[in-house]
């Protein structure tokens, strides 16, 4: 039977309301969301019919997700709640509910299988690059460019995973 890891775009889609399927979630992702339809106990009746299970992923598969993010630069767009639901996917083989850009990259870059919600998914999976567009210098791990001080673009290097 397949079974989801849902990421916060997820909740705020709405989509674990939806679906009568059981799923997973992180405990970092819940306590970004428990706000969620807080005075209706939506996401209390989730957990009590174990229609939503909180599990946290190993440290070592936390780790190879982080490394996985490092490689193709998505590293700095995501949350903890965000490699947590990652790290969960790749330790149970769930498919990963989300539309979130930087999320699927790394998840698609590790072979998940990725659900997009509200949009048709990414289409193109790579590592990113960060530019400075005054030196046109590559750069990696920073936000601003040592040499001019421009703030450094991003680019996706299509079909280049690692």
Not at 112 to 128: A, E, F, Y
């Amino acid at each position: 039977m397949a079974f989801s890891v849902y990421d916060a775009s997820a909740f705020y889609a709405g989509i674990p309301f939806a679906v009568p399927d059981e799923g997973y979630t992180t405990s970092l992702v819940f306590d970004e969301i428990k706000h969620i339809k807080k005075n209706h106990g939506a996401l209390d009746t989730l957990i009590e019919t174990n229609r939503i299970r909180i599990l946290d992923p190993e440290q070592q598969n936390v780790n190879i997700v982080t490394e996985a993010a490092k490689k193709t630069g998505d590293f700095q767009k995501l949350s903890a709640p965000d490699i947590s639901a990652v790290a969960l996917c790749y330790q149970l083989g769930a498919n990963l509910v989300t539309d979130d850009f930087s999320v699927s990259n790394v998840a698609k870059n590790l072979n998940l299988h990725v659900q997009p919600i509200m949009t048709k998914g990414i289409r193109d999976v790579g590592s990113w690059i960060y530019y400075c567009p005054a030196c046109a210098k590559e750069f990696s791990k920073i936000t601003e460019c040592p040499i001019c001080g421009s703030r450094l673009n991003r680019k996706l290097l299509k079909g280049k995973s690692f």
